[in-house]
């Protein structure tokens, strides 16, 4: 027989394959992209995944938790509140949009001191029209409360 001393080895390459194959798979946080703020691949599908992951939480616990200088720069959270700004309860729009006019002076304070003056610039941009979005999402549904 002349695979008969290949009989031990196939199980061992199989193991040792599919060892190979799960270590290739990125294992991360859903949460994960909300610190990544480079321009990477792979920081970019960590971003998309972490907005995924947020617009389709349905309690949106992720509004009541407080964000980082990166989580402001990354973007995510932001994106979040703009995506999902129809949905969300007049309280929830407040929140969001206190979040977002926090997230400028967040990010030009020394607590953002890793962040590039692009990362920063970028941030500050995206928060000011999320803040303004949010605003006019506000008068429109929370009659005196904008």
Do not use: H
């Amino acid at each position: 027989m002349p695979f008969g001393r290949y009989k031990l080895l196939v199980p061992v390459l199989a193991a040792f394959s599919a060892g190979c194959a799960f270590n290739s798979v990125s294992v991360s946080s859903p949460l994960a992209g909300l610190n990544c703020v480079d321009d990477s691949p792979d920081c970019i599908s960590k971003r998309k995944t972490t907005l995924n992951y947020l617009t389709s939480d349905p309690t949106r616990s992720w509004i009541r938790q407080a964000p980082t200088p990166q989580a402001y720069a990354s973007g995510v959270r932001l994106f979040a509140f703009k995506k999902k700004k129809k949905e969300l309860t007049c309280t929830e729009l407040k929140m969001g949009r206190t979040e977002a006019d926090a997230a400028r002076k967040v990010l030009r304070s020394s607590s953002a001191g890793s962040l590039s003056p692009a990362q920063v610039s970028r941030g500050t941009l995206l928060a000011a029209e999320v803040s303004r979005d949010l605003r006019r999402e506000m008068k429109r549904r929370c009659k005196g409360k904008a």
